[in-house]
């Protein structure tokens, strides 16, 4: 079981998403996250799908997006070099030591505080999904009162491009 | 001049060529019938159900080629219609279902017959469309009928809000359907198609398994003369009965859980198969773990994602079949090489014995009438010319088993989804395709009953079928797995009470005639036919436990047949 991103360019059209929610629920393939938004060019989407399976159902998960009607193009990033990033919001409680603890942290990684009250700060921290574990972890001693993550985003490295035409 | 969305509607069908309309009318379709009732250029075939209106419509699409189309109203309407839906997708068959729609402004607030169509038939089209713009409605039917009839065919829905028919705009039909997301594979690969050659042409117990795809792409001619010059042995799916005529002699029939011995014992030992517009179903595999152990694969289909999917193939071909099967006997005829010949004699000498069981054997002179035989009088008594629509269960088995198609589009069941009911709407449409062909369904008593209203269709079109009930009483394949696998506790299969059919028959104004003898058989069928104008039910009482034979049980491999 190998764990694939797939990335998506879909006619930006109501009903889309749904088709291939539907797909992986009704043929019983595995979402582990799903980010969509539209492009540059307002007419598409961008769809960003981490799943994982055996080698036979990653080419059957491709085969049968492509034949969906509303997807124009895929490509498995996993095949080859590429960057993958997640955005994550914590809100934690920032009273006492913690005060001082959380800062340090955010620091370490590299977050960046962007909501402050008396009790709590709120952080943003990019990163491939190992760092925002390990930063969960370091966290472990501070009471966490929500998390947000946005899902998986992936690029190819290089010249590699996922575009309508080319 | 400006159109409404109901007139545009009607000028898109006249654009595509559509004669009949199956369909069903409802408040959120009122714009629509109206239209219809203004001209006389595009038939309204009013159905009893719209479940018959999409089973006549897949029947008319099976045995023309060409796309059915159904109209429906919204909530009601459409969801009775996705029976007949999931049936023609499961079967990759091109039809066209309008669905009516509450007015836009109420979408969303649970309106009276209100439900969200695109939402629930999503699973079982090939692609559906929410037209919101009366401005759209011509490209909408353009692109709806080019996906439903391009590469694998399939079903689209299009739903449309009662306002959007009432709007009015300027009509103008798109002459072509360029769509950057949608453009099958239409040619073979030529280097897969020369490694393929390569195999085929040094196979040594080579076998030759197609499917519903090469009646679809209308493939058969070049599958005859793919076949006769190998001089292989050919099998063919449920689905796939009639591309290579059942009547020569490198036919072995139907593989799979009722196929013959002889084509299940030859896909077993086969060295390389060459598998064309099928897609490796479980009712034709069998245990997946033992199928074809020996076998390179070659997989021909217009749809990759039907490549490997079930079974890994060696040489995987996308493309129309006839493109490929031309591909293919282009290159055998510009090659000097030839089929290894003393190989292939001993594989047919092999095939042969098989054959020799006679797997199809029944006794004929049971005095109770057995289903087979009914099926093999019927087919020499219409010298195999009928087109036979047939329902779901033991009957269905039995026909595909005993009456020999030799012609694509001949045999018309519901293989994938095996939808009980199919069988009496299909054969209306087919009849409405064909209205001088002799149109027969071959049915059961459970399954008739299912789609039994449709008999006052006939009526009300002078559609003269010959119903050909198999009645045992029992719903026949349940019983016969009952007694299988459930040590004959024949729960809730048997219904303790049936109508009288043949009064039945006549109630809508039919003739019926009920058959209890062996003897009587042939010339009931005899009669029937020659009531050309006549829709006639024969109902055909026959022993009760009779079973499907041969078989494969579940798990087992095409090897491990059950016969009799």
């Not at chain 1, 006619?11 to 539907?22: I, M, P, Y």
Request: a negative charge; one cysteine or more; aromatic letters at 8%.
């Amino acid at each position: 079981m190998m764990r694939h991103i797939i990335s998506i360019l879909l006619e930006n059209e109501s009903g889309a998403l749904s088709r291939v929610a539907g797909l992986f629920s009704a043929r019983a393939y595995n979402i582990e996250s799903l980010t969509v938004a539209p492009t540059d060019d307002p007419t598409l989407s961008r769809m960003t799908l981490v799943t994982s399976g055996t080698d036979d159902i990653i080419e059957q998960i491709s085969k049968q997006l492509n034949k969906l009607i509303d997807v124009v193009k895929i490509l498995d990033l996993t095949e080859d070099a590429h960057i993958e990033r997640e955005l994550m919001l914590i809100k934690v409680q920032a009273t006492g030591n913690a005060r001082d603890e959380v800062k340090r942290l955010v620091e370490i990684f590299r977050a960046r505080i962007i909501d402050v009250t008396d009790t709590t700060y709120t952080i943003e921290i990019t990163g491939n999904g190992a760092k925002l574990d390990a930063f969960m972890e370091a966290l472990s001693s501070i009471t966490i009162h929500e998390v947000v993550r946005s899902g998986l985003l992936g690029i190819s490295r290089g010249d590699r491009v996922l575009a309508s035409q080319n | 001049m400006e159109l409404t969305g109901a007139e545009i509607i009607i000028e898109c069908l006249k654009a595509e060529d559509v004669e009949h309309v199956f369909g069903y009318p409802g408040g959120a379709v009122l714009h629509i019938y109206d239209a219809f009732f203004k001209q006389d250029d595009v038939k309204h075939i009013l159905v009893r159900h719209e479940q018959g209106a999409t089973h006549a419509a897949d029947g008319y699409a099976r045995s023309t080629g060409k796309p059915g189309v159904v109209l429906v109203t919204s909530g009601p309407g459409a969801t009775n219609a996705v029976t007949g839906i999931a049936t023609a997708y499961m079967d990759s068959i091109p039809m066209i279902v309008i669905t009516g729609q509450v007015p836009k402004p109420l979408i969303g607030n649970d309106a009276f017959q209100e439900v969200d169509s695109v939402g629930i038939t999503r699973p079982v089209v090939k692609h559906n469309f929410l037209i919101e713009d009366v401005k759209d409605v011509a490209r909408v039917f353009k692109q709806a009928f080019f996906v439903a009839t391009t590469g694998r065919p399939g079903p689209v829905v299009i739903d449309i809000p009662k306002d959007v028919t009432a709007h009015k705009t300027e009509f103008s039909y798109p002459e072509e359907m360029i769509m950057r997301s949608y453009s099958p594979t239409v040619k073979g690969h030529p280097g897969q198609v020369k490694r393929a050659i390569d195999y085929i042409l040094s196979a040594e117990r080579p076998m030759i398994y197609t499917g519903g795809g090469v009646i679809l792409g209308n493939g058969s001619e070049q599958l005859r003369k793919f076949t006769r010059k190998l001089g292989y042995p050919i099998t063919q799916t449920l689905m796939g009965l009639g591309a290579f005529p059942a009547t020569d002699k490198q036919s072995l029939g139907m593989l799979g859980m009722h196929g013959t011995y002889e084509a299940n014992m030859s896909m077993h030992h086969c060295d390389v198969l060459i598998a064309i517009g099928a897609r490796f179903d479980d009712r034709v595999t069998g245990n997946l773990e033992k199928f074809c152990p020996d076998a390179t694969i070659i997989h021909v289909d217009v749809d990759p994602a039907s490549i490997s999917k079930n079974v890994r193939v060696d040489v995987p071909i996308v493309g129309e079949v006839v493109q490929v099967l031309n591909e293919f006997n282009e290159a055998l005829e510009n090659t000097d090489r030839v089929p290894n010949a003393s190989a292939i004699e001993k594989w047919w000498a092999q095939i042969n014995e098989w054959r020799s069981q006679d797997c199809l054997k029944y006794d004929r002179e049971s005095e109770i009438i057995k289903p087979q035989f009914v099926l093999e009088k019927m087919y020499e008594v219409t010298n195999g010319g009928a087109i036979v629509t047939s329902d779901v269960g033991q009957h269905q088995m039995f026909a595909a088993q005993y009456y020999g198609f030799d012609e694509p589009r001949r045999w018309i069941n519901s293989g994938g989804l095996g939808t009980m009911g199919f069988g009496l709407p299909a054969a209306m449409g087919a009849q409405l395709a064909h209205p001088d062909d002799l149109v027969m369904c071959v049915t059961g008593e459970s399954s008739i009953q299912m789609c039994i209203q449709e008999l006052a269709t006939c009526t009300q079109y002078g559609l003269p079928l010959k119903i050909i009930n198999l009645n045992n009483g029992y719903m026949g394949m349940v019983r016969q797995w009952q007694e299988f696998f459930y040590d004959k506790r024949y729960s809730n299969s048997h219904m303790d009470v049936q109508p009288d059919f043949k009064m039945l028959a006549e109630a809508y104004g039919h003739v019926g005639i009920k058959v209890e003898k062996p003897v009587d058989v042939e010339p009931a069928l005899r009669e029937a036919i020659a009531q050309k104008d006549r829709l006639v039910f024969l109902d055909f009482i026959t022993s009760q436990e009779e079973n499907v034979y041969p078989m494969i049980p579940a798990g087992a491999g095409l090897n491990e047949m059950i016969l009799v």
